[in-house]
């Protein structure tokens, strides 16, 4: 990457004071990084300047064809005052993943990382100090060339904005309710459900709005061919411990290959712990419960880490987990995984990275 050029904020903002409410996505630093893309010259004018509003062509492309990518990653404050990202090669390696699927000229996967950590560093009075907070990064891209037609992009923006988030669980590992979706279809063979762009999520709202009436949390996703196999949960991926096996969907086009999923896998094989990868049905999961054998359910991601399940309905049938309670491995995958982003545990993995 060229050397990145800055332009600082001549009005800072004040930061939220120690133990203030930082809402999820709400308060946003001073800076942001920007790049160009066009076509013929290629990556170019790598810049942080004052987070402000975007000016694009109402015609641009992203408005009317969605040509566009994100990641979702955090910096933490270790205690000993230094921070670090928590396997930002692997969202660079997503990114690039994403773009050549929605085609978009991928970011040099070191290149994503650089600027990251540069914006971080920059930032790096954001990043706050409290139990269970960190700065919450969201690198995305846009397809910026006015035109109306469907093509991709000559002209692109790839940028960084950073928030500072408090802890996602402010009370507590508390288990959520999860509703099973089998009218609507999140992803399909040969689609983008692999993949981080805005489309599947804005399809995914009309089951999280049915789920909200229903008194649930979250939607748990089949798959879009016979809905039948289990997929994702809302924006996570999604565990079940059944008779002492744990099972997760594979990550075979329609299925989001998280880094905390991946994450976890890679402990539970470590602790010796049986996972499976195999496509699981939901009858399986219901029969599982049915019998007793429905030990554990929670869902990874970037903002929560680990979210149990306390209860899964699926048609009419309600299959209450755990006795509503964490489960063992559960917990134990939540006390690891926050241990080591957050430096209360020896990174044995090697899965942190310092911002220097």
Known sequence: MQEIRYELTKNPKQKPAPGAPLPFGDIFTDHMFVMDYTEGIGWHDPRIVPYAPLTLDPAAIVLHYAQESFEGMKAYRHPDGEIYLFRPEKNAARFKSTHERMCMPPVPEQDFVDAIKALVKLEKDWVPSEPGESLYIRPFCIATEAHLGVKPSSTYKFLIICCPVGAYYATGLAPV???????????????????????????????????????????????????????????????????????TAPTVGTVLPGITRMSCIELLKKWGIPVSVERLPIKDVMKAAREGKLEEVFGTGTAAVISPVGELRYEDEVAKINDGKIGEVTQRLFDTMTGIQWGKLPDTMGWTMKVD
């Not at 609507?184 to 009436?213: D, F, H, M, W």
């Not at 016979?226 to 999604?238: F, I, L, P």
Request: hydrophobic share 30%; net charge negative; charged share 25%.
């Open 177 to 247: 309710k999860i509703y099973v979706e089998d009218k609507y279809v999140r992803a399909a063979p040969g689609g983008t459900g692999y993949i981080k762009c805005g489309g599947n999520y804005a399809a995914s709202l009309i089951s999280q709005e049915t789920a909200e009436k229903l008194g649930y949390s979250q939607t748990l996703w089949l798959d879009g061919v016979e809905r039948k196999y289990v997929e994702e949960v809302g924006s996570m991926n999604c565990f079940f411990k059944i008779d002492g096996t744990v099972y």
